[in-house]
């Protein structure tokens, strides 16, 4: 297993209209995208920032469901109107430890 942890940063008041738009294709990138662990927004430290992570089977299973989702017309559509809306976009790649609960990637 392989977890795929996106921090995306909104400008300053962004973040609420944001949600409003992903609450439209939530289900959409669930159902492309498989295993969500966790979507998350912070109280305290960096503002204005969704955190989410996404386990795969491995990078190819990763490579393969995002570039089903990048073919959806509704999921292009719902980043023509997000795009604008981002500051910035980070993504890693992680791995869990033998003793994570997630288990051993082996």
């Known amino acids: 297993m392989i977890v795929e942890e996106r921090i995306y940063t909104f400008h300053p008041g962004k973040l609420p209209q944001f949600m409003e738009e992903y609450e439209a294709v939530r289900e959409l990138q669930s159902r492309t995208l498989g295993q969500l662990l966790g979507y998350f927004t912070s109280e305290f430290g960096l503002q204005n920032q969704t955190v989410h992570l996404w386990g ?41 430890l033998s003793f994570s609960p997630l288990g051993n990637p082996k």
């Open 56 to 96: 795969y089977d491995s990078l190819e299973d990763r490579n393969a469901r995002r570039a089903k989702l990048a073919a959806l017309p509704e999921w292009r559509a719902f980043l023509g109107r997000i795009l604008p809306l981002l500051d910035r976009q980070e993504n890693r790649i992680l791995t869990p």
